[in-house]
């Protein structure tokens, strides 16, 4: 897959891959509204309702903030060296026994500090990661993956044109096989073998229970 894109997210895949990624890999977050910033933890995003939540412990008093629904929030969280910002608007406020849910609408871009859409994990070499594809669902080893995208090993004669869809299963140990179309994005060579080569690619249609586990599996990888 692409290790860079632009500072900014705007496409819709890429928004919804990333706040896969921050609520499985990063999870906490802070929110400002205002002069208020309040800590709290990221939930999956919901794309049939085009929100996300954040949880909070209940540290501000509503009636004295008068935050309601549609007041715009920024959103800020951290990874390692990776930051990421966005503004958004919140969808409406309920509290659920000792925390507080924040309904927050998908935003129309994310800002990042680096070009890279969300983390790659290297996986190339562990048992049980490949992905199988065409008619006889070949096997092929998973060179990295990452919630927005993966690259897999083929043989440098194999013939793909960029920019074709390609429909295949994920195989990560532990997890039942997730089924996905992707699209072909770039060919490179393998480092240090000439008769193979990497195939790099990105979502583009994936059930959202599928995207939920795929992101947990990430979330445990070292």
């Not at 939540?53 to 509503?62: A, R």
């Not at 503004?87 to 925390?99: G, K, M, N, W, Y």
């Not at 790659?120 to 919630?147: I, Q, W």
Request: with cysteine; proline share 6%; aromatic share 6%.
């Amino acid at each position: 897959m692409p290790e860079n894109g632009p500072m900014w997210l705007t496409r819709d895949d890429d928004v919804v891959a990333h706040l896969y990624f921050a609520a499985a890999e990063i999870g906490a977050a802070t929110m400002e509204l205002g002069a208020l910033q309040v800590p709290g933890s990221l939930s999956f995003p919901n794309p049939d309702e085009r929100t996300f939540s954040v949880f909070t412990h209940g540290e501000v008093d509503l009636s004295q903030s008068k935050v309601a629904a549609g007041d715009v929030v920024r959103l800020r969280y951290v990874q390692g060296e990776s930051t990421y910002t966005f503004l958004s608007e919140v969808e409406d406020i309920s509290d659920q026994q000792a925390r507080r849910r924040w309904r927050i609408r998908f935003p129309q871009a994310i800002e990042r500090n680096e070009r890279r859409l969300v983390k790659r994990h290297r996986v190339m070499g562990r048992p049980g990661f490949t992905f199988s594809t065409g008619p006889e669902r070949v096997k092929h080893p998973l060179y990295d993956l990452a919630a927005a995208g993966l690259s897999y090993v083929v043989s440098a004669s194999s013939k793909m044109k960029i920019g074709a869809s390609i429909k295949g299963s994920i195989h990560i140990p532990g997890v039942e096989p997730v089924a996905v179309v992707m699209e072909l994005r770039n060919i490179r060579p393998l480092p240090g073998d000439a008769s193979r080569k990497l195939a790099g690619c990105r979502l583009v249609e994936m059930a959202g229970l599928d995207r939920e586990a795929l992101s947990n599996a990430l979330g445990e990888l070292s």
